[in-house]
């Protein structure tokens, strides 16, 4: 345990020591503020549901742009031979850097939780509905995170770990819009996939074991499999 | 302390190591010697765990490579031609990060750092970021992550390569300093280095060793065709020499795994 958190400080340290963390939270912040006030402002309805999916629609976008360093970094900087032949577990490496930005990502998202308490303060929202997107929006947050670890250890390259990263995001988040070409078990199938099937009932006060499932499932799956990439150096 | 037993390495069609077998004794320093492409870094990437052997074993301290890779990997510190440094990190934060993970108890880490920082003469660096010093600084840095958790095996894959003649003595002397705590296996193009620090020389060529004897008899020259005394390198060029064959031209030829 004491190895995954010395790996999860050093890359929390490498991404606060460079520019990058502190544009990204700027940036993210700022457009969730302005986004907030305009959706609140047009809908006049206490309710945060339409700005978790506006903030599930940026994270698409920001979340690569964080993950793609993750491996490729230490792959063309030569320091993964160093924590390869560190006394560390393939497993260990892969949580202590997952863990580092599901740290940062929860610094995001409790930024943002000025939201609930402006929309307490003006109107009688549903307290529940609201707690129930933010954990909504946070297991899509660190589901998106354990797909850009993934992309990024197939790679050394930090351009095209953030390129695959899309590529798969984009593909699970408009996956219902393909729906209208397939019907049966394949229209079932794309909606169960789509993360934006998941969230919306998180956003509307609904938490069921099966969205649940897909986050934690998705997250598990995507670490194993990075997991596997490491054993077998598939970026050579 | 280090026991090679017919290890080989294939990648793909292409043979880098064959049957290499060597063994080595506590407190030893031996110097590694092979043209580029020989499979000098793989034979280190094998010891490190970094890759696994095709077939053969390795055992270091009593544990097998293959079924205590993790225990292995504790009692080796390993330098890569390349020092694997985090720019961005100060010399003592990088050092402290790096005793973590190799496991030095919590209690002993500043004194862990407090004593390699005097050894490799980092002291007044150690609150400089990696990424401006010099290069000689960065691999005393490199070697200094590499002793820190006391390790019983040292191996250092070129550590004097783009240095200037002051910094390669002042790594010189830092590795020979090192013999009365742990044995060291080191890899360089320089022959003058080998006679500098090693006792004894292995001679790596097409992925098989084909010479290893200690640096003395060596020198003293037993063949008695050869005019002593000779020096290192004409040991070395001799041997390449006399044995260039078609098959290690083409093995050349496909020597980019080094």
Redesign the interface.
Known sequence: MNKIFALTKKELYGLFSSPIAYIILIVMLSLFNVFFFLIIDQNAEVSLRDVFQLMEFMLVFFIPLLTMRLFSEEKANGTMEFLLTAPLTHTMIVLGKYFSLLIFYTLLIGLTGIYYFIVEYYGEPDSLSMLSGYLGIWLEGAFFIAVGLLASSWTSNQIIAAMVSYLILFSLYFATSFTQYVNGWAEHFLIQLSTHTHLENFAIGIITPSDVVYYLSGIVLCLVLTRLSIDNRLWH | MLIVNQISKHFGSFQALDKVSFEMKKGDIVGLLGKNGAGKTTLM?IL????APSSGSVIIGGDDINKHS??I??K?G?L?E????????TVQ?YLK??A????VP?NKILFQLAKVLEECDLKQVKQKTIATLSKGFKQRVGIA?AIIHEPKLLILDEPTSGLDPIQIQQVLALIKNQRDQRTVLLSTHSLTEIEQVAQRVLMIKSGQIVLDDLLDVLLKNKDTTHVPPLTLEQVFINYHQSQATVKEDTHNDNSGVE
């Open positions: 990437r490190t765990s970094f890759i993790l225990s990997r504790q080796i390993y890569p390349k020092p694997p440094l985090y720019g961005d990190m934060y990060f790096a973590e993970i190799k496991g919590k992550q």
